[in-house]
């Protein structure tokens, strides 16, 4: 995926008028929001998982050489053949080089974000090898040319409607109706044949387990298993940062990512593969390969973004983003959308080539309150933020704004009086109406939002009041 960050305010103002993409995020982040909700209420031990899921990262990133080098060691033992890339370039070169020499024309995919972040298709287009994308929702959107908008559910940006005419269009036997059955059976039956022909399947891992070797998928469709497991050649691309120590470390991390992703329990799916297909093995790969990748993720141990790499890729913080919910995925311009990828994208590519996500950000904080691993997003953000200023990043005008707000913020008086005046101007400028929809210099935000009527007193004049009122009854 080519990275077009710098064009995120171009994005956003395309994204705002879009009222398919609309309907589809409301549908879908409303569902995921109260899913989660449901299943965390049930789930008693949960605030001791989370505390404890958080331990077992920061842990394994203070060792991470160590348990990186263990993994090695038990995988070959397997029958493993363990690559390291550091750079995207060199995963891209490792998987279309085991393709050329695997004679490979097909191979199947399962959904990983790590494989978008390599550019995974480009390395399959090099080695002259269709890519055949098997998850569901990848499946929609390699039929429609498009890039994942959400790093659990691709295809998030799309309404029912829009997928029914896609395979309306693309599917050699249309569906039988535009039911959801209908459409899933249309998709199994223009991929079953594929799954048992392609000479290669590649998959990510949801974690490695260093102590025994293994890798982990977690998926709902069973695609990752007919993916892995007919193809001669099985390729994981994985970061460097999915290790954990051992399994129970692992089932930690395994209660708290459904939850947090999709509001499960666990996942239909939950496969520990320990290498290539073995003497009495009723199948699987007779080449097992585990291409392990760095990009940038071992510069930021030992700094501010550390805690970043806990994260688990479940999607909870972009599923309750306020600006996520308002511009979807694509806005971004990068891999990874939402408030875990204003984060990472500025970590990869550079604070210059992503200065706007950093400010796409209400920093109402819900993003890691929602973290299962408890990532302080915001602190980051704001981290980020004031690099941009440092670095002189930061265009004219806000500088001059953020100055004069600066200014009056230390002075609680002068503070106190303007934002008592501005409720007061803004109530008179409502006209008595609950909204305000034009205002003089608003012309930007108010183009796609309503401003409520102020209530009557900042909020200083509210308390100060309310303990007024306090003290008189007594």
Not at 40 to 68: F, M, N, S, V
Not at 271 to 279: D, S
Request: net charge positive; with cysteine; hydrophobic share 40%.
């Amino acid at each position: 995926m080519i990275q077009t960050s710098e064009k995120f305010r171009e994005h956003v103002a395309h994204a705002l008028t879009d009222a398919d993409l609309k309907i589809a995020l409301t549908r879908t982040t409303g569902l995921l929001q109260s899913r989660r909700r449901q299943v965390i209420d049930e789930y008693p031990e949960y605030a001791q998982a989370r505390i404890r899921a958080q331990a077992i990262k920061d842990h394994t990133l203070k060792h991470l050489g160590h348990y990186l080098e263990m993994f090695e060691a038990n995988a070959t033992a397997n029958g493993a053949k363990v690559h390291w890339a550091a750079t995207p370039g060199e995963a891209r070169r490792i998987v279309s080089d085991i393709c050329v020499k695997a004679g490979a024309k097909t191979a199947t995919r399962v959904k990983s974000m790590l494989g978008e972040e390599i550019g995974i298709a480009e390395a399959l287009a090099d080695a002259g090898v269709e890519r055949i994308e098997t998850d569901l929702a990848e499946h929609i959107i390699q039929l429609a040319g498009e890039a994942p908008s959400h790093i659990v559910m691709p295809a998030m940006h799309k309404t029912r409607e829009q997928v029914a005419s896609l395979f309306d269009e693309k599917h050699g036997v249309a569906p039988d109706s535009h039911d959801v059955t209908d459409l899933v059976a249309s998709a199994r039956r223009e991929l079953r044949k594929k799954f048992l022909s392609a000479d290669v399947g590649i998959s990510g891992a949801n974690f490695l387990i260093a102590d025994t070797g293994a890798i982990v998928t977690v998926t709902n469709e069973g695609n990752s298993e007919l993916t892995c497991t007919p193809p001669k050649t099985h390729i994981v691309t994985v970061g460097i940062e999915k290790i954990v120590p051992g399994m129970d470390h692992a089932t930690v991390l395994l209660r708290l990512l459904a939850r947090a992703a999709i509001g499960a329990e666990i996942t239909q799916y939950t496969t520990f593969y320990n290498g290539p297909k073995r003497e009495d093995d009723a199948d699987g790969p007779t080449d097992y390969h585990i291409v392990l990748v760095d990009n940038h993720r071992s510069e930021m141990l030992g700094t501010d973004l550390q805690p970043m790499l806990r994260c688990i890729r479940c999607g909870a913080c972009m599923n309750h983003c306020p600006v996520y919910a308002a511009v979807g995925g694509h806005a971004y311009g990068a891999v990874y959308p939402g408030p875990m990828g204003s984060v990472l994208t500025p970590a990869m590519s550079s604070l210059e080539a992503a200065k706007d996500l950093p400010n796409a950000c209400t920093l109402n904080g819900r993003c890691k309150e929602v973290c299962p691993v408890n990532i302080p997003l915001p602190d980051m953000l704001r981290t980020f933020r004031a690099r941009q200023w440092e670095a002189g990043l930061t265009p004219p005008l806000a500088q001059w704004a953020l100055k004069g707000w600066g200014f009056v913020a230390r002075r609680p008086r002068i503070y106190r009086l303007a934002s008592g005046l501005s409720v007061y101007g803004l109530r008179l400028w409502a006209f008595g109406k609950g909204r305000i929809r034009k205002m003089p210099l608003a012309s930007s935000w108010l183009k796609y939002r309503d401003l409520p009527r102020p209530e009557k007193g900042s909020f200083m004049q509210q308390y100060n009041a309310s303990e007024h009122a306090k003290r008189s009854r007594k």
